[in-house]
């Protein structure tokens, strides 16, 4: 078989395994790690098994009930990991700059983990697993793990199990671990509270420079790709941004650059700029980055937590304090510290 079509049979077989995401889930059969074989288990992993880091990133993704002793066992080997979060509006090219990002990476002897946020299936809630089609350099390297999760309906482009996930990588001894939103546009801002390094992939001709400038997403970005530089449009886009880098409000000036993430153009640049900020970042000591992570982790837990009792209606005291704003009595804000408090 001539090497284009192997290829094409390839992604075939990575299209055919997306479109199973789509049909209702089976019954769930497999039971947890017990936890005297958690350490086999994680010492399969960190001797490069793949199948074992498959498992133990199942665990964590399923919120299984042995998780707190498996992350007992992780965490001796947590606080490596470079975490670089890639985020923009979809058509941007971000699932092909991080397929061009993984093989550069491969090339310069880095092990990676990716972590793609796929939109969810509206029949199985599972994730579609588009990304896996536009990564090919993913699909046969032991050097390269990648796992696809749905949103789940998760605002700011991120799930929590994405944020688990990490650590599972971090003990597999991977260098890099690659962190992909899900695109949605305007509101993907978590990656900023769990990634190191931050990136912004834009496009010309998608009208979203000026929708990032007022969303937000420059305040975030570390650096500010301009993808598919190729077309017209790019150098307008490219200003544009540069100008808007240096009005934010914080932090330092985001870099901004231009790949062509399809021939591999501007992607030596790209790794560069990122090997810089990451000395920086990683000398913060590994607690404190781990500890920024659980925060979030918390954060939303607590969010989601007392949303589903508001939706619920099982919060007791809610009619109560609804009634008093309404009646102007209360701020929704205060009404909101009220219902944490009790």
Do not use: C, W
């Given at each position: 078989m001539p090497a284009g079509e192997g290829e094409s049979a390839r992604i075939a077989a990575v299209a055919a395994a997306g479109?199973?995401?789509?049909?209702?889930?089976?019954?769930?059969?497999?039971?947890?790690?017990?936890?005297?074989?958690?350490a086999q288990l994680v010492a399969r992993m960190r001797s490069g098994d793949r199948r074992a880091t498959s498992r133990v990133v199942t665990e964590l993704e399923r919120l299984s009930p042995e998780l707190p002793a498996l992350m007992q066992e992780l965490n001796p080997h947590l606080g490596h990991a470079l975490i670089v979060g890639f985020t923009g509006p979809p058509?941007?090219?971000?699932?092909?700059?991080?397929?061009?990002?993984?093989?550069?990476?491969?090339?310069?002897g880095k092990?990676?983990?990716?972590?793609?946020?796929?939109?969810?299936?509206?029949?199985?809630?599972?994730?579609?697993?588009?990304?896996?089609?536009?990564?090919?350099?993913?699909?046969?390297?032991?050097?390269?793990?990648?796992r696809s999760l749905a949103s789940r309906g998760h605002l700011g482009g991120l799930c929590p199990a994405a944020v688990r996930i990490i650590d599972g990588?971090?003990?597999?001894?991977?260098d890099t671990i690659l962190l992909e939103t899900v695109g949605t546009g305007q509101s993907e801002i978590d990656v900023a509270e769990v990634a190191d390094v931050r990136v912004v992939v834009m496009a010309p001709g998608l009208g979203d420079d000026i929708q990032a400038m007022k969303a937000g997403l420059l305040e975030i970005a570390d650096v500010v790709v301009v993808n598919k530089a190729d077309r017209e449009g790019a150098e307008r886009t490219l200003n544009q941004l540069n100008g808007a880098a240096q009005l934010r409000a914080t932090r330092s000036k985001a870099t901004v650059l231009k790949t062509i993430a399809t021939t591999g153009d501007g992607i030596a640049a790209?790794?560069?700029?990122v090997a810089e900020l990451a000395a920086a970042r990683l000398a913060v000591e590994a607690r404190e980055r781990r500890r920024r992570r659980a925060r979030y982790l918390i954060a939303r837990a607590a969010a989601d937590l007392i949303?589903?009792?508001?939706?619920?209606?099982?919060?007791?005291?809610?009619d109560r304090l609804s009634d008093a704003v309404l009646r102007g009595e209360l701020l929704p804000a205060d009404a909101a510290r009220k219902l944490v408090e009790n």
């Open positions: 479109y199973q995401a789509l049909m209702p889930p089976k019954p769930k059969t497999s039971k947890s790690v017990a936890p005297p074989d958690l058509g941007a090219g971000k699932s092909t700059l991080v397929n061009a990002y993984t093989a550069h990476l491969r090339q310069a092990s990676v983990g990716i972590i793609a946020v796929d939109p969810s299936s509206p029949v199985s809630g599972g994730a579609i697993l588009g990304d896996r089609i536009r990564m090919p350099a993913t699909l046969n390297d032991d050097g390269v793990f990648m990588l971090d003990a597999a001894g991977k790209l790794a560069d700029r949303a589903e009792r508001i939706r619920g209606g099982r919060q007791s005291g809610l």
